[in-house]
């Protein structure tokens, strides 16, 4: 960890505060401020938390950062690396001359591999046996959180009945000098493991480390297989085995150059403890649950040991930089062992990582999108994906106004739409089910004949429909703004922000847009609450993906006949029991609160961190419906 901090500050990526900072909110309001700024600002190391240990925070914020820390100049290289290695050894026309060449290779993999060590090591300089939380810099991100939380540590787990190590990222919110919280979702491993453990009736070893080689915390998020081992993942990553040592109080490895390690147990037969809510990286908040309690049985850490966090939210935050890389390095990969035919993948932003995906593909059959649709939702996790566009190959996806125009060009909602059913993300708060709802896949590439409803269709050319704004926000009172600016750049989308009042508004208000002059030439129509503002694409896409469920909340319009197009309304809007019949409780969305807001204001300048920032939460202030994490149900919009 000191040598990552070392290259970030000889780079120009790190600022350090000597200024007294708390970790109850403090830190992370201003972290909030910096980790927004243009291209993820930069980290920042609080020296003075008032405990022995300093915070680094927004370390893997930025593209620099991130290569920095994986020892790249371009992620690609990862990728690449990996396709090679998997091309030298399935290669089948090797003779055994060109055989024993992969031997050196065999061994340099092997050199990847975890090595348990019995050697004095930096992680255990410092030893508390009778452990007390309350000696670390734990932060309580936004105040309606439930309490505070470990937000960026590696949770070590055992298989205990195949001995394979899991390596997993799962918040922990803190109930005591030697009581957490351990919220691993249900289609985690390390859930897995703990199910093993109580079918066992035993006591579950676990270890959490903090800090150490940045990698290692990478190496805990990314979406690697099961059974594969994530500190041979890291010691690829970095061309160096991770060492271990045996933990002082369980029967589990950690790594022997951590900053901390939290060594303890769950106990698979004890009670649930009631767990959150938290400002998630959704940019709404998860609302509590009965999630394990962890027993800390001992904390150990190096003398000059530095406690990592990371603050999500709305974003971009330092998870979009981390997902920007696995974007990358696992593109390869999945082209290896699964879609050849994919050429590139797209994680926008504001779809916070599992709402909406983008990628393109060498089409080269009729249902090919479909086909790759089928095959990624049912690829590790890619199962919690809720919004899949496929475009051909000559797309550059990652130019979203090219290739929202492109999609409105290829894509004929009533055949190009396909849904599905399955697993959603336990985060996803918009499905009528917990963790199970619905997805929606959307074809845009060049369709073949087979593909096309009527050959007409390829001949239907946009042409820009002139809309009477204000003559229907006079007819129908509750549409409150209306954006169509994207289809005066022959984009077919036009967003809507209203006022809901009735059962099945949106539906009931779409049918009769779609009778007023302009609107039947529209593809795409959005509806969001207002005051969601409908003429910043970034926060109306963050927050319609946030809050439909695809087959409940999308309505398709087929068209009237050869010369016209289909069409399809996306209800985006918050769920109520009272309007919508949603049974759910509904979260709010994450913003820092006044007094927190107003006492970084006061002591910016004592910061000595730049010019002042002002608080994202403004921008989002007037989207607040409650003073705690969860929405009233029937809470009048």
Request: with cysteine.
């Amino acid at each position: 960890m000191q040598n990552f901090i070392n290259k970030i500050e000889l780079a120009d990526e790190l600022i350090r505060i000597k200024e007294r900072v708390s970790p109850y909110l403090e830190i992370s309001e201003i972290a909030d401020r910096i980790s927004k700024e243009p291209l993820g600002g930069k980290a920042l190391f609080f020296e003075n938390t008032g405990t022995n240990f300093p915070v680094l925070i927004n370390a893997l914020g930025s593209i620099k950062r991130m290569q920095i820390a994986l020892r790249v100049n371009d992620f690609n290289e990862i990728g690449i690396e990996i396709e090679n290695l998997f091309k030298d050894f399935t290669s089948p026309n090797k003779n055994l001359f060109e055989k024993l060449k992969l031997l050196p290779l065999l061994s340099r993999l092997a050199s990847y591999m975890p090595k348990i060590v019995s050697s004095k090591c930096k992680s255990q300089e410092v030893i508390h046996t009778t452990p007390d939380l309350s000696i670390l810099p734990i932060l309580k991100s936004r105040s309606r959180d439930g309490g505070s939380f470990f937000t960026f540590p590696q949770v070590i787990t055992k298989d205990p009945n195949t001995g394979i190590r899991n390596v997993g990222m799962y918040r922990m919110q803190v109930f005591g000098k030697n009581i957490t919280a351990m919220h691993w979702h249900k289609h985690k491993v390390g859930a897995r493991h703990y199910r093993e453990y109580k079918k066992k009736n035993k006591l579950m070893p676990v270890a959490v480390a903090l800090g150490g080689d940045p990698i290692y915390a990478y190496s805990a998020i990314a979406p690697l297989p099961d059974n594969v081992d994530e500190y041979m993942f890291a010691g690829f990553l970095r061309k160096e085995k991770v060492k271990l040592v045996k933990a002082i109080t369980q029967d589990i490895e950690v790594p022997h150059d951590a900053d901390i390690i939290i060594e303890g147990y769950i106990d698979p037969n004890e009670e649930l403890i009631w767990e959150g809510p938290f400002g998630d990286h959704t940019g709404f908040f998860s609302l509590p649950d009965w999630y394990p309690k962890f027993h800390v049985t001992c904390i150990t850490h190096r003398r000059d040991a530095v406690y990592p966090a990371t603050i999500v939210g709305i974003p971009p935050m330092e998870d979009a930089y981390i997902a920007r890389a696995t974007e990358r390095i696992f593109l390869s990969p999945i082209k290896l062992v699964m879609l050849p035919e994919m050429t590139d993948m797209n994680i926008p932003d504001a779809g916070t990582a599992h709402n909406l995906t983008i990628v393109s593909i060498e089409k080269s059959f009729s249902g090919h999108a479909q086909k790759v649709m089928n095959s990624l939702w049912g690829a590790g996790q890619m199962m919690f994906n809720k919004i899949l566009v496929v475009f051909d190959n000559d797309i550059k996806i990652c130019d979203y106004t090219h290739a929202a125009r492109i999609l409105s060009e290829h894509t004929d909602p009533e055949i190009d739409i396909l849904f599905s059913r399955g697993p959603l993300d336990v985060l996803d708060h918009s499905s009528s089910k917990f963790a199970y709802g619905s997805k929606m896949g959307i074809d845009a590439t060049r369709k073949y004949k087979e593909e096309l409803k009527n050959e007409n269709f390829q001949k239907i050319k946009y042409k820009y429909c002139k809309i009477n704004i204000n003559y229907i926000k006079n007819k129908y009172h509750e549409i409150k703004e209306i954006n169509d600016t994207l289809i005066k750049n022959k984009i077919s989308f036009i967003f809507i922000s209203i006022q809901k009042n009735k059962k099945y508004h949106v539906k009931l208000l779409s049918e009769q847009l779609l009778k007023e002059t302009g609107f039947n030439k529209i593809k795409f129509i959005i509806f969001v609450d207002y005051p969601v503002n409908v003429f910043d694409i970034e926060q109306t896409t963050w927050i319609f993906t946030n809050n439909m469920e695809p087959l409940r909340d999308c309505y398709i319009f087929p068209a009237k006949n050869n010369n016209s197009i289909s069409q399809a309304v996306i209800d985006g809007t918050r769920k109520r029991t009272d309007i919508d019949n949603f049974k759910r409780d509904w979260p709010d969305i994450v913003t820092g609160d006044e007094d927190t807001i107003k006492l970084v204001d006061r002591k910016w300048k004592q910061y000595k961190i730049g010019e002042f920032i002002e608080s994202p939460s403004n921008k989002y202030k007037q989207l607040v419906l409650s003073d705690k994490a969860v929405v009233e149900n029937n809470f009048e919009i």
